[in-house]
């Protein structure tokens, strides 16, 4: 009898709750675990961390997360694939053997490099997002560039238990294991592009089981503080259906899946991968039991020859100050804070703004006629000097006596700002490694 492949998502951000992913591996009969723990601020952010501590620049929960699943992974003989080296693959390898060790464990742990391009990249190149030069953002903090499964194909040839990897494009964490197990042709497009959307469908974890979906009375989630994950029992023509654990919080339907299909998706027809143009639209869903939806037809075309690049770069100090008012007349001494910070920093920071928390601060205009019996006054400033962004909480702080009545609960702070803008780089000139350590 032919075994289906079954791969879970156990993380869909560098935070995310690590609970559902040990469910996964006791409970839904897996073949692989992902965790997919990277996005382009944090991996800038692993970057300086690296710089500061050779032996650092993996995910802060990395140690946290493989002492509660190491266990139940070789237990089950379950393979784990993760981005969460971030910025230092092997590092969190070597970390990874080392709580093995300390927990009586034997794995064989493989480390993917090669993402990491910031010797690379022309930074006289062109940013995508305006087409601007990119060398007007120095100081560069990292530059990585978004492999794909020809990256993790050669590791997951070597038996390894775990794969960790640096800045590998999310679908294709997913992805490379399908193609591995069926020993799919990666240049067959048009399957490339259906392993492709199981890999997004699954990328964010828990928003297709109804997290970042629910809206009570309109869209409602079932024991949404018991949200499960999901896991994808995947066919070798690239069918697979998309479920969770039967008695996990949470949902899998129709709508849960079409938003996640969308989600972060600009042109449907066209979603560029290191590994396929895909497209979705030619995608057919269909609820087929109760969280349980069938997803095939997804198709694609030739792999681009360039590779996407995040490039991280300190763009300054963000200065903040926050104090609460509350009362019937919460709302104008609220205003009138901010009529007296706006006065006292006008000639002093640039690039400054002031919001009432819950009644200006996402709209940046007053909602009707709300006038709430509490308000938050924010004030933040992105400053080219730190110098210049502990002003901005100072004054804030200083409207205790020298502003509205009743101010309370004051907070300030500083902190570097990480930007980040995208180019490309010919994949030719990219060379990955793969370091086998057991």
């Not at 995508?128 to 530059?143: K, M, T």
């Amino acid at each position: 009898m032919f075994i289906l492949l079954r791969i879970g998502s156990g993380a869909g951000f560098a935070g995310d709750r690590i609970e559902p992913a040990k469910a996964l591996v006791e409970e839904a009969k897996l073949d692989y675990l992902i965790l997919e723990c990277l996005a382009e601020r944090t991996i800038a952010l692993a970057q300086k961390q690296k710089r500061q501590n050779p032996e650092l620049g993996y995910n802060e929960y990395l140690e946290e997360r493989m002492r509660y699943l190491l266990p139940s992974l070789m237990n089950n003989k379950v393979r784990l694939i993760t981005n969460m080296g971030a910025a230092n693959p092997i590092g969190a390898a070597k970390k990874i053997l080392e709580i093995a060790h300390e927990m009586g464990l034997t794995c064989k742990v493989a480390a993917v490099t090669g993402d990491d391009v910031t010797e690379l990249l022309d930074f006289q190149g062109k940013k995508l997002e305006n087409n601007q030069s990119i060398d007007l953002f120095e100081p560069i903090i990292s530059a990585n560039a978004y492999l794909g499964i020809d990256a993790l194909l050669p590791a997951l040839d070597t038996d390894a238990d775990i794969i960790v990897t640096g800045r590998v494009a999310d679908p294709s964490l997913f992805l490379a294991p399908i193609v591995h197990n069926y020993n799919w042709d990666v240049e067959d497009y048009d399957l490339i592009g259906k392993g492709t959307l199981i890999g997004h469908l699954l990328e964010c974890a828990g928003q297709v089981t109804g997290g970042y979906f629910a809206d009570p009375g309109k869209k409602d989630v079932p024991r949404l503080a018991d949200l499960g994950f999901p896991f994808a029992i995947v066919e070798p023509d690239g069918k697979a259906i998309i479920t969770k654990l039967p008695n996990a919080g949470g949902t899998v339907n129709l709508q849960t899946v079409k938003e996640q299909l969308l989600y972060e998706v600009h042109d449907p027809k066209k979603y560029v991968t290191p590994d396929c143009i895909a497209n979705f639209s030619t995608a057919h869903l269909t609820e087929v039991a109760k969280d349980e939806v069938l997803v095939s037809g997804a198709t694609g075309t030739k792999r681009p020859d360039q590779l996407k690049v995040s490039v991280g770069y300190h763009a300054g100090y963000l200065g903040e100050g926050e104090i609460s008012y509350a009362g019937s007349t919460a709302l104008d001494r609220g205003k009138l804070a901010e009529d007296i910070v706006n006065e006292r920093l006008k000639d002093r920071v640039t690039n400054m703004k002031a919001d009432l928390i819950g009644v200006s601060s996402l709209h940046h205009g007053q909602f009707g006629h709300h006038h709430p019996y509490e308000v938050r006054l924010r004030v933040a400033s992105l400053c080219k000097t730190e110098e210049e962004a502990k002003i901005v909480g100072h004054e804030v702080e200083a409207l205790y006596t020298n502003g509205p009545a009743g101010g309370g609960g004051a907070r300030k702070r500083v902190e570097i700002v990480i930007g980040i803008v995208s180019t490309l780089i010919d994949r030719s000139t990219i060379e990955i490694k793969t370091d086998i350590l057991e």
